[in-house]
Structure formats: structure tokens, C-alpha cells
């Protein structure tokens, strides 16, 4: 019995301590997240090749189930043709792919001109695994040129930006986070308010006072206040407007993103700002 | 060295358990809310072992957790071994080899620890980050992760429980093993 009471006590005592080392932990990394940063892309460079090699075989499986399993009836009918056909059709489906790819990096190069702005094309190789957190994974690092803080966007508008970042690989936090905020202008009536995550992909403008106007369609853009984002971006569309309560001081407004979360395959880094003329 | 080994073999695990939801899971749909692997091997570790060793192999899981999320250590550690705690303090009075009281414990162990993972993060960000939709995603998610747990927990202690010899030793320390699945001492 006695043991028994010991070991209690012990395992209480261990949880104990440690309990407070969290606590201290959550403080100490509150205000200095570089610590966290680094863990965080020790973690990240370890899973990469994991996550890259999976990107590669899930893409490899899904063009093979395209190519050949949907055929697998048409096949069937001749042999000879089939082998012909399934060439063919494998040829045709990575050209597609490749047509569908050139007129996405021609979208994002011909918006990185217009904003005359450096960026880093990259792909999505992994996401957060637990389903409190909206970060994703990208497959360039720091010699890339990628930075912790940069933004990161995509054709239709912003993503989000770059929290962590190791040599190969970097963790960016989706607008749509709970934790992210971005300083943002209600293009039309110019209110200015603060877009922030709700989480599964939704977000909301917040402290927008009563007398602004603002309607469902409005476009929601960055104000450049935050220091990440510069002026201008597309952050998403008012879907809705909540009733005002009474002696409520802001309004309750949902964001529609414009960007498709679940559909995300390649982002681009913004690394920096070039003068015009070095573009022409 | 035995435990050195066994606890290299739980950090791994943790990883494997971080991978999977984070590319296999979410790559058909990253909307799914995924189980938690994690909290399940931590339930296991507090079930089936219990020692203060484990304690600090569970604060290390969280840390795990924590650096492939946000920039700040020390929230799913908290949770996590908060829920250890308990877990490991009741294991000392019963323990039960039901598969319905491993769905209920992890169903528990996963609510508990998402709330104290939303509570500390609110703390530490003094942000709303409790809603209705947390409540739905920490149901969902205590569901999925209770289903699993009974698939795993056979493998786990296959690779984690070590032999006869170390079940006798927390027999001797008055804990009952009855594979009935009703019984307590």
C-alpha cells in the first residue's frame, strides 16, 4: 500500500512540475516565438521528405487511376488499340496537366508583374494535423529565399503568412486561423476594420463602427497597416452583415475568402518589391 | 535502456502520428476533422504504463504537437499532461481491457485536452477561441479518435507494453487486469 502511495505521489509530482514548465513554456515562447520557430522547422525539415514523397506518390496514383482505370472498359474492346490508346491517353493527360500548370504560373507571374513584386512559386505538401490550427505546409525554405512573415497568396488573393520557415520547407498560417489577424479596408465604404480567423476556413471583419457602411459583395482588401501585407491585396467578399444590436459599438461581418482552402495546390511567396524598371 | 528505447519508439510514434492526419487525411480533403492520434497513444501510455518516466514522454508528445502548429510551446504539452495526470492516477485503481471503456476514456481524454488546449491558448492570447463550432469540432473529433483507439491499442502494446514480467509489477502495485471488461479493485 505504501508503495502504491509513493508512486502516486511521484507520478502527481512529475505532472506537477511539468505542468508549470507548460505554463512557463506558453509564456517564454509568447514573447520570444523564435525558440518556437526553430523547434518548429527541426520538426518540419524532419517530416518533409515524408510529406514530399507522399505529394509524389498520391500524384502519381491519381494520374495512374485517371490514365488507366477509367479506361479500363474502352480497353477491353481490343487489345492492340488499348495499349494504343492508353499511351495515348497518358501522354494526352500529362500534357493537359502541364497546359493547366503553365496557364496557373502564367496567372500568378502575370500577377506578381502587375504588383512588380519577387515572388516564390510553391507547392502545398502538407497541412496541420490537428483540427485547431490552420497552417499548411509548403516545399520552400529559407534558400528559396522565403522568410518568416512573408506573405503568401494565390491567384484570387491572400493566403496567409509564413510563421516558420527551415531550409527546405515553411508553415504558413492561413488568414482563416483563429490567431491570425489582418488589418484590412472594406474597399467601397472604406471602412477599416481587422480580419480575423474563425477557423474552418471562415473569417470575420472586426472593429468596423456602426456608421460604416458596408454591404454583402463588398471586396475586403488589405490596408498595408500591418506591416506584412502590402496595400491592396484581395482578402475576400462580405457574405454577411449581422443585424445590429442594440448599443453594440461594431458591426458583425463575415468574409467569404476568395481563396478555395480546400482546393490549395500551389501558393506564391511574396519575397520582396522590385522597381518597374528592373521588370522591363 | 530499456525505457530510453521504448521512449525514442514513443517520439517516434508521436511523429507518425503527426504525419499521417497532416498529409495521407488531410490531403482528400483538408476540411476533415481527423482523429488524434496523438491523444490516443498518450491514453495508452497512462493506461497500460502510468510511470512518472511517462509523464514527461506524454509532455513531450505535446511538445511534439505544439511545434507542428503554432509558434508557441507549451499548450498541448499542458493539456496533455494534465489529461495524463488523470488518467495515470485513476490506472492505479482501475484498469479495464473493455473496448467500450477505451472508446469512453478517449472520448473523455479528447474533449478534456481540446478544451484545455482552446482554454490555454485563450490565456495566452486573450482571444475568443471557444465557439459552437469548437464544440462540434472537439465532438467530431473525440468520435473519430475514440473508434480508432480500440483498432490500436493491440498494437501499441504489442510494440510498448514490454512482457509478463513488468504486468505482474503493476499487479503487485494493487491494480487489477480483468479482460471481461467490467471489473475494478
Request: proline residues 3%.
Amino acid at each position: 500500500m505504501a508503495a502504491v502511495y509513493q508512486h502516486t505521489t511521484k507520478t502527481s509530482l512529475t505532472v506537477g512540475v511539468l505542468f508549470c514548465a507548460a505554463l512557463l513554456l506558453c509564456a517564454y515562447t509568447k514573447e520570444r516565438p523564435a525558440v518556437a520557430r526553430l523547434g518548429a522547422s527541426w520538426v518540419g525539415e524532419f517530416l518533409r521528405p515524408f510529406q514530399a514523397l507522399h505529394g509524389a506518390t498520391r500524384h502519381s496514383l491519381l494520374s495512374w487511376w485517371g490514365d488507366y482505370i477509367a479506361l479500363l472498359e474502352t480497353q477491353r474492346e481490343n487489345v492492340r488499340l488499348k495499349t494504343r490508346l492508353a499511351a495515348l491517353e497518358a501522354q494526352n493527360s500529362q500534357l493537359l496537366e502541364f497546359k493547366k500548370e503553365n496557364v496557373r504560373i502564367r496567372g500568378l507571374l502575370r500577377m506578381a508583374e502587375e504588383a512588380a513584386v519577387e515572388v516564390v512559386v510553391a507547392n502545398v505538401i502538407g497541412y496541420d494535423p490537428s483540427n485547431w490550427v490552420q497552417v499548411i505546409t509548403i516545399d520552400k525554405g529559407s534558400r528559396d529565399g522565403v522568410r518568416v512573415e512573408l506573405p503568401v497568396l494565390e491567384r484570387n488573393g491572400v493566403v496567409g503568412h509564413v510563421i516558420s520557415c527551415g531550409a527546405g520547407s515553411a508553415r504558413v498560417l492561413l488568414l482563416s486561423d483563429r490567431t491570425s489577424g489582418i488589418d484590412a479596408i472594406v474597399q467601397e465604404g472604406r471602412a477599416r476594420g481587422v480580419l480575423q480567423g474563425m477557423g474552418r476556413f471562415r473569417a470575420r471583419l472586426e472593429y468596423v463602427l456602426e456608421g460604416g457602411q458596408v454591404k454583402v459583395g463588398d471586396r475586403v482588401i488589405t490596408s498595408g497597416m500591418d506591416n506584412i501585407f502590402p496595400k491592396g491585396l484581395l482578402l475576400g467578399v462580405v457574405s454577411s452583415v449581422g443585424p445590429k444590436a442594440t448599443g453594440a459599438l461594431f458591426q458583425e461581418i463575415e468574409v467569404r475568402s476568395s481563396i478555395d482552402f480546400t482546393k490549395l495546390e500551389m501558393v506564391e511567396v511574396l519575397v520582396g518589391v522590385r522597381p518597374r524598371e528592373d521588370l522591363d | 535502456m530499456e525505457f530510453v528505447r521504448k521512449g525514442i519508439l514513443v517520439l517516434l510514434l508521436g511523429l507518425l502520428a503527426l504525419l499521417i492526419p497532416g498529409t495521407l487525411i488531410k490531403s482528400v480533403n483538408p476540411a476533415l476533422i481527423v482523429p488524434n492520434f496523438l491523444l490516443i497513444l498518450l491514453v495508452f501510455l497512462a493506461f497500460y504504463r502510468g510511470e512518472p518516466g511517462d509523464a514527461v514522454l506524454a509532455f513531450l508528445l505535446g511538445l511534439e504537437q505544439d511545434l507542428g502548429s503554432l509558434n508557441l510551446l507549451g499548450p498541448w504539452a499542458g493539456a496533455y499532461i494534465v489529461v495524463f495526470g488523470v488518467l495515470a492516477l485513476l490506472s492505479r485503481r482501475i484498469f479495464i481491457e473493455s473496448r467500450l471503456v477505451i472508446f469512453v476514456t478517449v472520448y473523455a481524454a479528447t474533449l478534456a485536452a481540446d478544451f484545455l488546449y482552446l482554454g490555454m491558448l485563450a490565456l495566452v492570447y486573450e482571444a475568443e477561441v471557444v465557439s459552437s463550432a469548437s464544440l462540434s469540432t472537439a465532438l467530431w473529433e473525440g468520435f473519430l479518435s475514440a473508434l480508432f483507439a480500440p483498432l490500436l491499442f493491440p498494437l501499441l502494446r504489442r510494440w510498448l507494453v514490454g512482457d509478463r514480467r513488468e504486468k505482474q509489477s503493476r499487479l503487485s502495485r494493487g491494480i487489477a487486469v480483468r479482460r471481461d471488461g467490467g471489473g475494478l479493485v
